[in-house]
């Protein structure tokens, strides 16, 4: 553990934390198991090789200059942002990149997280090439078609839910419907708090009239973090798909990405990694503005939509792709191909999940020679406020503590605080000792009674660890009071027993706290960090 300058502030490496995945803990202790499947290591001397690799083998600063100039079109820029859009469209500019699914009102924290992650390790990295411009990029993934996840969003204990009125597509292309009358219930919510105002002013200037849904996350996004210079980059464009052309083509005629993808899955699975994404015969999606329909085929000769709304002969498939690039959506496989054809990028920040999966894509993008970034993981952080501070100090228990699971740390808390306890090890000695006995009187009269001792001893320490439950049960009731101040203390910090930044949304941090967090975290998110940073307000 590492103590940052500023007292309310303090991390935690996060491959010492059991409540985070398998592959999490792994990937931030740097396994060796995973070196293999990484194009460099996370270090600034990986960013500066990472650059001039990039620098030999990016094509298409003209075509990145013609998207941001129309998805910028009308957009009021700070100094900061003009530069680094500049430095993208006419520059050596370089990009550190994160991407994510536009989510309602933000989603969860860790979209957040991603932003600030991105921030400060573009601004790291800079000053590691030295001469060389680097943007923090923020990929909007409009095209996805997850409607389900990405309509619900948790404001304090209410659950606001997204109706868009459209019944399929992509999310990014889908209307407003209810997002109004969602803003309103914010505001009611929101009135009493210090920064309430602040909050809704933000989704109004974002979720204006006639706006699609993935516009006003750009839009939500540039509010946020554009004075941090962050570009947002929406990638259902007909310009950003133009450049992966032969690369659609090759998937659809060749179905180039499937083998590469199971040989790589396969050298992971020997190697401990379990399977994350799905590789299919051909990874990509025909988009329409309510339809978003893998296309397959039996032999690459014709085509259709899995609903066969759709077929073509080989001819005319590829006759659409190069007239409508835009139609052709790919999928978890290659929409990592289509953005890092696009940018000119250095390394790619997500979460585990994410990073999971991109692992096994290091020899895809070898195969379809282009430079796979550094892999980084986005940080984490826990939100302390002045409630779970005085809980915490009112019960005498550590932050560290309440990183263990629940049931032991009532089961230590409650020992702790009785004089009696729950502990049978001191008699379970006794018992083995006196069992060795048994054990040679029964074999002295015949040895198969041996066997029936060791039996008997296996019953009696079955016993004595339900005793053991029993007794534990029988003392958190003497103490009932503090184990459920305890668990509503965990309900606060592991809401629905999982990671806050996969449940609560940053408005209402924001709306009662104000920016100045949001700023402190950027600090305190220190680049290339696998840390667990908790602020307490």
């Not at 996370?42 to 129309?70: D, G, I, M, T, W």
């Not at 803003?183 to 989704?203: K, N, S, T, Y």
């Not at 590789?279 to 309510?290: G, T």
């Not at 027993?497 to 305190?524: C, F, S, V």
């Amino acid at each position: 553990m590492s103590t940052t300058p500023s007292d309310h502030i303090r991390d935690f490496p996060i491959q010492d934390l059991e409540f985070f995945s398998a592959f999490d803990r792994r990937f931030c202790a740097s396994d060796p198991a995973l070196i293999p499947f990484l194009a460099r290591p996370a270090s600034p001397e990986s960013f500066r090789e990472a650059a001039v690799q990039k620098e030999q083998n990016y094509r298409h600063r003209v075509r990145l200059a013609q998207l941001l100039k129309h998805q910028y079109d009308g957009v009021l820029l700070n100094p900061l942002l003009e530069r680094n859009i500049e430095g993208l469209s006419t520059g050596n500019a370089f990009s550190i990149t994160t991407a994510h699914q536009p989510l309602i009102f933000g989603g969860t924290l860790y979209f957040l997280y991603k932003a600030l992650t991105t921030i400060s390790l573009a601004q790291a990295v800079e000053g590691w090439l030295g001469g060389h411009q680097v943007v923090p990029v923020f990929v909007l993934g409009s095209e996805d078609h997850d409607y389900e996840e990405v309509r619900h969003v948790q404001l304090f204990s209410e659950t606001l839910t997204w109706n868009s009125g459209q019944e399929g597509g992509p999310v990014g292309r889908m209307p407003q419907g209810n997002i109004p009358e969602l803003i309103q219930q914010a505001e009611e919510l929101f009135q009493p708090l210090p920064f309430g105002r602040e909050a809704v002013e933000l989704l109004k200037n974002a979720y204006t009239e006639d706006t699609r849904f993935g516009r006003s996350t750009f839009q939500f996004l540039h509010q946020l973090f554009g004075k941090h210079g962050l570009v947002v980059v929406d990638m259902d464009s007909p310009i950003a798909k133009s450049v992966c052309i032969p690369l659609f083509e090759d998937e659809l005629t060749n179905g180039f990405s499937k083998p590469v993808v199971e040989k790589t899955l396969e050298e992971l699975d020997q190697a401990g990694f379990k399977q994350q994404a799905h590789v299919r015969a051909i990874n990509l999606f025909y988009l329409l503005d309510q339809q978003r329909d893998r296309i397959e085929s039996d032999d690459h000769s014709g085509f259709r939509t899995v609903s066969k709304s759709h077929a073509w002969s080989r001819e005319e498939m590829i006759q659409e792709l190069h007239q409508h690039p835009e139609r052709f959506s790919p999928n978890v496989i290659l929409r990592p191909l289509l953005q890092e054809s696009i940018l000119p990028n250095l390394a790619f920040v997500g979460g585990a999940g994410e990073l999971a999966y991109w692992v096994q894509l290091s020899s895809l993008f070898k195969e379809a020679s282009i430079p796979y970034p550094i892999l980084i993981r986005r940080h984490s952080a826990q939100l302390i406020d002045e409630i779970t501070q005085q809980k915490l100090v009112k019960l005498g228990l550590s932050l560290e503590s309440t990183f263990h699971p629940m049931e032991r740390l009532l089961q230590e808390y409650v020992h702790e605080k009785s004089e009696l306890t729950a502990d049978l090890e001191k008699e379970k000695r006794a018992l083995q000792k006196i069992m060795i006995q048994v054990k040679e009187k029964c074999s002295a009269i015949d040895p198969t009674l041996e066997r029936s001792a060791e039996s008997t001893e296996v019953q009696i320490d079955k016993l004595l660890q339900t005793l053991e439950t029993k007794m534990t049960r029988g003392l958190k009731q003497l103490h009932e009071r503090d184990v459920q101040q305890i668990r509503s203390l965990y309900d606060r910090l592991f809401p629905d027993g999982k990671l806050q930044e996969r449940t609560e949304n940053m408005l209402p941090w924001l709306a009662r706290y104000g920016h100045q967090w949001i700023d402190d975290l950027l600090q305190a998110f220190r680049p290339l960090d696998q840390v667990f940073v908790c602020y307490s307000f």
